[in-house]
């Protein structure tokens, strides 16, 4: 079993910043991507970014040059760095992880999610 935990959420001004984190714990033996998605009241969810074990990273087109997502591999631990928040950028956000357990099992897990508001 594997659990993610997300924290960092919260409410911002438009133009703030905040930075959300992922703890991977569990029986894992590798993890190969970590992402963090994201779903607003009535849409669907969405990609926000991915990450690599190599950090290659991908990003939604509407948060390029805005957030940038790193890992800490030794930590089983990502991160989304938020900038120039916009209220369109308010969501539940969730961490996901993808991976292989130390029984050899594949798993691809979800956070409980956290918010994020971008309000005046």
């Known amino acids: 079993q594997v659990q993610l935990v997300e924290s960092g959420g919260g409410l911002v001004q438009p133009g703030g910043s905040l930075r959300l984190s992922c703890v991977a714990s569990g029986s894992i033996f590798r993890i190969a991507a970590m992402g963090w998605y994201r779903q607003a009241p009535g849409k669907e969810r969405e990609l926000v970014a991915t990450?690599?074990?190599?950090?290659?990273?991908n990003y939604v087109d509407s948060v390029k040059g805005r957030f940038t997502i790193s890992r800490n591999n030794a930590k089983n631990t990502v991160y989304l760095q938020m900038n120039s928040l916009e209220p369109e950028d308010t969501a539940v956000y969730y961490c996901?992880?993808?991976?292989?357990?130390?029984?050899?099992?594949?798993?691809?897990?979800w956070g409980l999610g956290t918010q994020v508001t971008v309000s005046s």
């Open positions: 996901n992880a993808k991976g292989s357990t130390i029984t050899s099992k594949a798993f691809d897990f």
């Open positions: 990450i690599t074990s190599g950090d290659f990273t």
